[in-house]
């Protein structure tokens, strides 16, 4: 089973505000947009496919900034939408047409507050055989009738009432037929997509809701959504790393990324950066990706003679993909030689550089073993590294 997602954000958010707030999917919840909210939920995930974003023609300078702070490269792309989000829906159907997609998940860019048990349900109802999968919650408020002149005629039986959400998930050719079936009858008063898999004569399963799930349709919604990230605690998580290299005789070591002449190197597959590869472990494990090995074995001669501030780079792409923002670097290195004093300045500017932090964030310390042990007898190096990571809107 191959599914795409489709986010809908082409929509204009009319009842959100004053126009010059800008579309409703841009506004600012804890500190970021909507959409980059959404988007990072999608990108986290496990089975995170490949994600159609669906904007506005005037938006494409609100979405570029969000696109490049997620670094997703080509996981995201975005296409123009129409009119209608029926308009829009169907623009992204057709961009996916040579996606060779079983299915595909179509999500409002404006709920912010899925999760990943969600997004598992709905996929698990399609793989267990059904056409459609749409989101619900029991309707759980009297349900009142109001006439034409504002009076309460009869009360609604709830029995049997959902509220849809998304995202809502269906047989990607069936879904993409029925969107151009409603657009060729000149049908345009659909309100989602189960409505138009309904209409076309489709089988929609039920599937269990979240609460968490709401749309962000009014200002209040909005400024409600920024006083619950503000106020929630933040998911920081710290990870540690060591790694420790041979000296034998050369010309001098690399250490935070800066070469040091000296009557020795550090032996390893790689630069033998001990420093870098500490940090590399440090931040991988603040989000359970495994460690260096795991991404670039020894064993692959690609990596021979490489320089460590990749594997540092890589390290951080990874983190930032799954939501994290990298608050603290620190390294200590334990060496009797050569002395690291001198060179720390450059070491904490080249991991500012490599992570894209301020240099106030990055930390290198140095102190020798007392002449104790293999580090005192100067048989190696050895490096102990902490990585500070929010990841804001995540579960721990």
Known sequence: MKTGVII??????????????????YRLIGGKPVIEHTLEVFLAWAKSPAITVVIHPDDKDLIAPVLQRLDAGDRIRTVLGGATRQQSVLAGLKAMAADDLSHVMIHDAVRPFIDHDLLDRVVNTLSQGAQSA??????????????????????????????????????????TQAHE????????????????????GLPVKLVEGLVDNVKLT???????????????????????????????????????????PHDQKLM?????????????????????????????????????????????????NVVRGN???????????????????????????????????TLDRCSVKATTNEKIGFVGRKEGIAAIATATVVYQGRQA
């Not at 010059?20 to 999917?25: E, H, R, T, V």
């Not at 109001?146 to 709830?158: F, H, I, K, L, Q």
């Not at 909005?222 to 005789?249: C, F, S, W």
């Not at 494990?285 to 074995?297: E, L, S």
């Open 268 to 316: 390893g597959h790689s630069d033998a950066d001990v420093a870098l590869h500490a940090l590399t472990d440090a931040l991988l494990a603040t989000c359970g990706a495994g460690d260096i090995g795991d991404h670039f074995p020894p064993s692959d001669p690609q990596w021979k003679g490489a320089a460590s501030r990749i594997f540092l780079e890589h390290a951080a």
């Open 218 to 260: 009014l200002k209040r919604d909005i400024t409600m959504a920024d006083e619950k990230l503000t106020q929630a605690l933040p998911d920081v998580r710290t990870g540690n790393g060591y790694d420790v290299h041979q000296l034998e005789p050369g010309d001098g070591v690399t250490l935070c990324g800066v070469f040091i």
């Open 323 to 357: 939501g994290g923002t990298i608050m603290n670097a620190d390294v200590s290195l334990i060496a009797e030689e050569p002395k690291i004093g001198p060179h720390r300045q450059a070491m904490r500017e080249m991991l500012s550089e490599i992570l894209g932090i």
């Open 8 to 25: 809908v954000a082409a929509g204009r958010g009319e009842r959100a505000g004053s126009p010059q707030d800008g579309p409703k999917q």
């Open 181 to 200: 079936q409603a657009a060729s009858s000149g049908r345009d008063d659909f309100t989602d997509d189960a409505s138009i898999a309904e209409w076309a």
């Open 134 to 175: 749409l989101p619900v919650l029991a309707v759980t408020d009297t349900l009142k009738r109001g006439s034409a002149a504002g009076y309460s005629e009869e009360t609604v039986p709830r029995a049997g009432l959902y509220a849809a959400q998304t995202p809502q998930a269906f047989a990607y050719q069936a879904i």
